[in-house]
């Protein structure tokens, strides 16, 4: 039985009133007030489980994500239960390292056949950033068959590539690093000797749509120093990291100054979806030799007098939410580029790769096509807008050779 269904008649009809009115907010644009239903239905129905997994999410959305984890929790605690909900407070407790057991949980969940799938995954993906990688191949393998043609089953499929990426780097002699980024770890700093070539990597949810030892098992043919970097405010970086400094003025400063103490000479900054934005602003602004982007977002330039649309789905919803969130926090920095990318006088090479079949993403590269030194490489068939794996499948030296290409380059 339901948590609602034992409501008196009248009061069961205003939980559903209230209830509508709430994802009717959340699909509008509206996240705040969405939340505060959400926080009324709760209080009406403490043990519904589905109003602190949706608190939880537009808290995330926000980058409050010690908060998230506080609300989940908390529902936990006076009994509310569903999959979804155990899910969100196992992910929270692994991403934000509150688990000193989360090796040994991870491992027991990724070997149980009886696992939910997305808790089997984030558990898959923690091994796979500890370079645990049999358990976590064993466990995605499983998923990717159950839930095949899902989205659950793709994502797993994805990061059974980052499995495969991270053996072939070991059996090569590859020396790994950590794949974890979180709002307890903002920035991975890795030295090669005598490199002269620095790659800057802006993370979304600490990932370039793969954990970032993946991606650095693909830089290292390339020996390039590299700095990989999440935003634990989750403002894409645009106003700083807790690492390097705030706002964003002042990371570009410390940014500078690491490059400089590195001897950096070539500067490669990569980004996908929001972030590839990230990347092309870091580009102009760090005088960068190269930006490498997937599936990115052009500009985040919105006339203000434009409303805000209606989302179809609970993802467009999220989006449109992040957008609010930013334009309420960040207004200086929701720009266009094109005129900057035009006028430009460094910044030689720009390769944007994306999903032929996605229509976002497909106007969004238009949009940059035509600027000179852009070069937009459409994936046929491709509708993902997570379009880095597709594009590894078909050029799996795709970021090195990227690299190489730029070093090339004249000055």
């Known amino acids: 039985m339901k948590p609602e269904d034992a409501l008196p008649a009248d009061t069961k009809s205003r939980f559903r009133v209230l209830e509508a009115s709430a994802l009717r907010a959340w699909l509008d644009g509206k996240p705040r007030e969405a939340a505060f239903l959400w926080e009324k239905l709760a209080a009406v129905l403490p043990l519904l489980p589905n109003c602190p997994v949706n608190l939880a999410l537009a808290a995330d959305t926000r980058g409050e994500f010690r908060k998230a984890e506080k609300i989940v929790a908390d529902a936990w605690a006076r009994g509310a239960r569903s999959d979804a909900l ?141 700095i990989y970097l999440f935003d634990d405010r989750n403002q894409l970086g645009l106003a700083g990291n807790s690492t390097f400094g705030r706002p964003y003025a002042a990371m570009c400063d410390g940014l500078r100054r690491k490059l400089a103490a590195w001897g950096t000479r070539r500067l490669v900054i990569m980004g996908h979806s929001a972030c590839g934005y990230t990347a092309l602003r870091l580009g102009l602004d760090l005088a960068a030799h190269g930006v490498l982007c997937f599936s990115p977002i052009a500009t985040l330039y919105r006339p203000p007098e434009s409303p805000i649309e209606t989302a179809k789905t609970n993802d467009d919803a999220r989006a449109i939410s992040y957008e609010v969130f930013l334009r309420e926090t960040i207004p200086e920095m929701m720009t266009d580029l094109r005129p900057d990318l035009c006028a430009r006088t460094c910044l030689q090479r720009i390769a944007i790769h994306f999903g032929a079949k996605s229509p976002a993403d497909m106007l969004h590269a238009q949009y940059l096509a035509g600027v000179p030194g852009v070069e937009i490489f459409p994936v046929e068939g491709l509708r993902d807008h997570d379009s880095l794996p597709w594009v590894l499948r078909q050029q799996p030296g795709v970021l090195s050779r990227f690299v190489e290409n730029v070093r090339k380059d004249r000055n």
């Open 86 to 226: 155990d899910e969100r407070l196992f992910f929270y407790r692994i991403w934000n390292r509150h688990s000193a057991l989360a090796r040994e949980e991870c491992l027991a969940i990724a070997g149980d056949p009886a696992s939910p799938l997305a808790k089997t995954v984030t558990a898959c993906l923690y091994l796979l950033a500890e370079n645990v990688l049999e358990p976590a191949r064993a466990g995605l393998a499983r998923v990717a068959r159950d839930a095949a043609d899902t989205r659950i089953g793709r994502q797993a499929a994805k990061y059974l590539l980052a499995a495969d990426i991270l053996a072939k780097a070991g059996a090569q002699g590859r020396a790994p690093i950590s794949g974890h980024l979180s709002p307890a770890r903002d920035a991975i700093l890795v030295r090669e000797p005598g490199a002269d070539t620095t790659v800057i990597v802006f993370t979304l949810g600490g990932e370039l749509s793969l954990p970032v030892n993946a991606v650095h098992a693909l830089l290292q043919p390339a020996k390039v120093n590299a």
